[in-house]
């Protein structure tokens, strides 16, 4: 694929609305987009880190480091044919997946652009809309929560997930259900807040007839959910505890969960976000695009993996003014219709990276050449 330049842009973007959830409250984004050029065309991708390590253990801080230290290195020592052979270089580095994810996806929207394909086509998707939800964070009051519910629902969107942690839980959820009835498709994300001596918690939940409870119990743990699910007639939805099909595999042969929450970063790129989706279709469990509040450039790439087929239910990845006053892509994510947006049929992540509005929210820049390594 001939690589002939690497770059890393360090941003930092006020998001419009702080969000919390059980691990921490946010005023906005510090994060690391990553340019790869070669032939020509240029591919982008962003880390997903957040800045401390509360959701999980990688930062901005050793993102950045890992790439500069480890992986921008091997790759450009390395003779590169297609992206998945990104994936197969980083093996022997344990970890540091959304390090590995951010140079791995930029890998992949330059091969579709060197293709002429877009991404979603490059991965094998084949939808070309995808429907869409809304996370909203622990708010200070419920009826804050119950205003945020009728705005996205008036927009449409086809998921509403609620964050929630023991004392914020049933409230918020009850008074959603009472108020907007139980039709609304309605989720709870625990971010790991729970034990399974409070489980009698968790089963009242169980009367809201919630799509799913994501990651109730222990970011590292698939052995107490499998004993939970047991208990539940709602299905557990895993996202902390994933970090590759081999997690997934395993989570599912215990019976940890019946949906799982794809990330990207989380599980090291674009290549293992595939393997992940093609084990759960085989498995006949359904997968989604989980976010972390991504900018256009991420917003992009969970786009495109959520054409393949097994996305069956809405994702986490809601338009752009959800989040920023603006976006550094043009055009911004807007939805098509209520709750839906479209898969770009243009080269690559089929969205323009918008260098004067980067340039807004650049703090530094960082070039890395073959010859230097
Ligand atoms: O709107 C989004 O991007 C999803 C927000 C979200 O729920 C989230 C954001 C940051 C870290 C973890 C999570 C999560 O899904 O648990
Ligand atoms: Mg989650």
New binding site residues.
């Given amino acids: 694929m001939n690589i002939e330049r690497i770059e890393l842009q360090h941003l930092q973007m006020p998001y419009l609305t702080p969000f919390e959830a059980s691990f921490g409250r946010m005023d906005g984004r510090r994060f690391v987009l990553v340019s790869v050029y070669g032939e020509g065309a240029v591919g982008h991708a962003e880390s997903v880190a957040m800045e401390g390590p509360y959701y999980i253990e990688e930062t901005n801080e050793t993102v950045s480091y890992m790439l500069r230290a480890y992986l921008i290195p091997l790759l450009l020592r390395s003779q590169v044919n297609r992206p998945e052979d990104v994936s197969a270089l980083f093996e022997p580095i344990r970890r540091h997946n959304m390090a590995k994810a951010a140079l791995e996806g930029a890998v992949w929207d330059l091969y579709a652009k060197q293709k002429g394909v877009s991404l979603a086509a490059a991965l094998g998707g084949r939808k070309e809309e995808i429907e869409v939800g809304v996370s909203i964070g622990i708010e200070p009051t419920v009826d804050e929560v119950l205003e945020k519910v009728e705005r996205f629902l008036e927009e449409g969107y086809k998921k509403i997930k609620v964050k929630i942690k023991p004392g914020f839980d049933l409230q918020p959820i009850e008074a959603i259900r009472k108020r907007f009835g139980d039709e609304v498709p309605l989720m709870a994300?625990a971010?790991s807040a729970y034990r399974m001596d409070q489980m009698d918690r968790l089963k009242e939940l169980d009367h809201f007839q919630l799509m799913m409870i994501?990651?109730p119990l222990a970011h590292d743990d698939i052995v107490d959910h499998a004993q939970l699910q047991k208990q539940l007639r709602t299905p557990i939805c895993l996202?902390?505890s994933i970090h590759s099909a081999e997690d997934a595999r395993k989570a599912i042969e215990l019976g940890s969960c019946r949906i799982i929450?794809i990330k990207i970063g989380r599980v090291g790129g674009l290549t293992e976000s595939r393997k992940i989706h093609d084990l759960c279709e085989e498995r006949q469990i359904p997968v989604w695009c989980?976010g972390m509040f991504e900018s256009g450039v991420g917003r992009a790439h969970n786009i495109a993996v959520t054409s393949l087929p097994n996305f069956t239910l809405p994702g986490d990845t809601s338009a752009s003014n959800r989040y920023w006053q603006e976006d550094i892509v043009s055009p911004e994510v807007k939805l098509a219709r209520p709750g839906i947006l479209q898969v770009p049929a243009g080269p690559g992540i089929g969205y323009e990276l918008d260098q004067r509005r980067v340039d807004k929210f650049l703090i530094k820049k960082e070039i890395f050449r073959p010859n230097e390594m």
């Fill in positions: 994300d971010n994501e990651q996202d902390e929450n989980g």
